[in-house]
């Protein structure tokens, strides 16, 4: 994470951006960690979650059209485990017959079923288990209920980018947040963090790398870089 951070700091000199506190995310396939970057005599500072641990769980819980997100998600993963997604960002910019994609399931590291997107072109898409409580207007009736895994990989981002506004502003809500919506959403806050830059694995192609910026674009991040 400090190798990641120097690389920020050195790729965002000079932009505009850079007097304003950015976002730096290690997007991992189980965890996450966060740090900001921002001017002043400690301009790095590594962010803790709501338990003050610097390590989140990158899972999601899907639950009634709620997302829950980091260590509460790993909480209804023990009561609920029919209902929680992990691994989502390894799903990005797959299509469903992916060789590398059976090759997790057959591992039996995807605890889900995935399923082509009957909208999007054969991309892998995470299937709502029997007896969800989720709901899809635009799914006919007795189908299974899809999930793109951008839309549930911006419910991560959009946790990390809550977590650092929290932790920026020591432990309180911004003033005027308007909560968990995405883009499109309430006007911005006074003091969110909305620049990012994101780690991803060297081996990721261009269509996993346009589908992240594509969920950040959801969490409503202005993804800088993704390295």
Known sequence: LPLLL???IAACAGHPAARAALLAIDFGSENLKMCLVKPGRTPISIVVNEFSRRKSPSLVGVIAG????????STMAVKRPQEVFLRTRDLLGRRADD???KEMLDAHLLPYEVAP???????????APAGSLEKDASAAAGEPVLFPPEELVASVLQYAREAAELYSNGGK?????????GAGGAAKAQGSIVDAVIAVPAWWGLEQRRALADAAGLAGLNLLALI
Do not use: I
């Not at 809500?173 to 919506?181: T, V």
């Open 6 to 8: 120097m690389v920020f």
């Open 66 to 73: 709620d997302r829950v997100v980091g260590e509460e998600g």
């Open 99 to 101: 060789p590398n994609l």
């Open 117 to 127: 997107h009957p909208r999007r072109a054969g991309r892998a898409a995470l299937v």
């Open 173 to 181: 809500p911004l003033a005027g947040a308007g909560g968990s919506g």
